[in-house]
């Protein structure tokens, strides 16, 4: 039997920018996403029934969880094939922090999609894949297409930014869990701004990409570290690093990202805060590759 497997790239809000609550209680928003070349990793084997195996550093957290989302896409894939559940043995090799503002979850449950639908040979199409995307939520599409776009109405309105290169980076997360819910509401609590899309930058090059997002904001970023202190630690850590371009929030948190002119000062970095908070994780990555494709 032929397995397949591919990376789930963490996912990454180069800015975001929200508005206030809608009449049913989702928050517009406008985000540049892009991709990482770091991730989980997902393999599917054709089995005799549906079956998910968590591993890696933090499976643990989700070891037994019945209503995994990589369950719940493959079931709805099933039932939009018309096959009843996929007859399919998951592994879910777990290297991303749970609760870390990086789309984890929806990666790992979209990757989950299309290597199903290679393995049974199901054939479906982009859109088809992308509706059944949608059971995961507004981060399922996003995930699918795993490449950098405009990311608007509550992050299912998805247009391709223009090819960017690739943002030498650092991802660092002191350990500790922001859920988005409690987040969204702290934010509110602080008066919400405006879900406002910028201007595209001058150019898409790392210089000119690096100086408008420093005009950008992550409207979450407040909130976050309100409720986690070590959110704020990290950052400030962060920004003490030489070659640092720019340090800022992913999604909800608790991970940061640094922009870095070079990949090597990203490593430096990298291992320079490491030695001095070993408990953390990081990791030095490249922001803006196309990720996700399956492999034998």
Known sequence: ???????????????????????????????????????????????????LEVTGPFGAALAGEGDNLVLRALRALGKAAGIGEPPLAVTLEKALPIAAGLGGG????????????????????????????RVIGADGPMCLRGRTAWAEGIGDVLTDAPEMPG????????GVPSPTGPVYRAYDAQGPRAADRPSAPAGWNVSAVTGWL??????????????????????????ETPGLKLARMSGSGATLFGLFGSIQE???AAAGLQARYPAWWIRPTVLGAKTGAAQD
């Open 167 to 174: 943002l030498p980076a650092l991802l660092v997360n002191p």
């Open 106 to 133: 929806s990666s790992d449950a979209a990757t989950a999609l299309r290597l199903a639908d290679r393995a049974l040979s199901l054939g479906l199409d982009e859109a088809g894949l992308a509706e059944v995307s």
């Open 214 to 239: 420093a005009d950008q904001r992550n409207d979450l970023e407040a909130a976050a570290i309100g409720l986690q202190p070590q959110i704020g630690l990290a950052l400030d850590r962060l920004r």
């Open 1 to 51: 039997m032929t397995t397949l497997s591919a990376l789930a790239p963490a996912k990454v809000n180069l800015f975001l920018h929200v508005g206030p609550p809608a009449a049913d209680g989702y928050h517009p928003l406008c985000s540049l996403v892009a991709f990482a070349d770091v991730g989980d990793v997902v393999s599917v084997t054709p089995s005799e029934g549906l079956s």
């Open 266 to 268: 990203a490593q430096s």
